[in-house]
């Protein structure tokens, strides 16, 4: 069965460091979503991504945040200069044509 | 702006009892409906959805859901919990109408499953 894959499924880094988040999403899928959950919290949007650009973004996802799909099949998401608070579970969603999402297993960043 | 309420922080029950998890959302408009369900440590798994039609929905291992558009609640329920049940279960609420992958989640609802 198709699969969204995430890596690296654990990355501890320095404050100020950047870290780039990769994502696979199953290959006829046509939306792809970053969420984020904080230790112990709710689930929340980060941004989606359509035809290669950014539909949607939430407050959170300030211009420390980006994302790219540079080939056919990753979907990255980079935080340029980590802090503190960025320490959390990214998840990397896709669907094909809305509704449901199909998360990856998440990336957890630990920001020292 | 869409909503998701789950009204219960923690619950407890016995290991062969009955189980509903209660969820209430705001939408303008008819919403897709998603409960998800998440061990320690690990990602999001899909237990049921609603898009349409029958309000009542099957899901995986056991769990259905109902969709009552007049009460705005889209509560879980399984009629014999068992021990390897216990995780945290959320609640979703996306959109047909826009962006229809963006979902907003509940805060959770922690399970635990006395033997």
């Known amino acids: 069965e198709p699969e969204v894959t995430q890596t690296p499924s654990h990355q501890v880094t320095q404050m100020g460091q950047e870290v780039i988040l990769r994502c696979v999403p199953i290959s006829n899928h046509l939306y792809f979503y970053w969420y984020r959950q904080i230790l112990g919290q709710k689930v929340e949007f980060l941004v989606s991504f359509y035809n290669n650009e950014i539909s949607e973004k939430s407050e959170i996802f300030d211009d420390q945040f980006s994302v790219e799909r540079p080939d056919g099949s990753n979907f990255t998401l980079k935080i340029r200069s980590t802090k503190l608070e960025d320490s959390a579970m990214y998840f990397c969603a896709s669907t094909r044509a809305g509704g449901e999402l199909f998360f990856g297993e998440g990336s957890r960043l630990t920001v020292l | 702006a869409q909503s998701v309420t789950q009204p219960d922080i923690h619950i407890t029950v016995s290991e062969g009892a009955s189980l509903e998890l209660r969820c209430n959302y705001s939408?303008?408009?008819?919403?897709?409906l998603f409960w998800y369900v998440q061990s320690p440590g690990q990602g999001l798994q899909l237990l049921l959805k609603y898009f349409s039609g029958d309000t009542l929905v099957q899901g995986i291992k056991g769990f259905e859901a109902e969709f009552k558009r007049s009460q705005s609640s889209f509560n879980l329920r399984k009629p014999s919990v068992h021990w390897s049940d216990a995780a945290e279960y959320f609640c979703a609420v996306g959109s047909w109408l826009t962006n229809a992958g963006k979902s907003t989640f509940g805060d959770g609802t922690t399970l635990t499953v006395k033997p």
């Open positions: 939408y303008g408009a008819t919403p897709y």
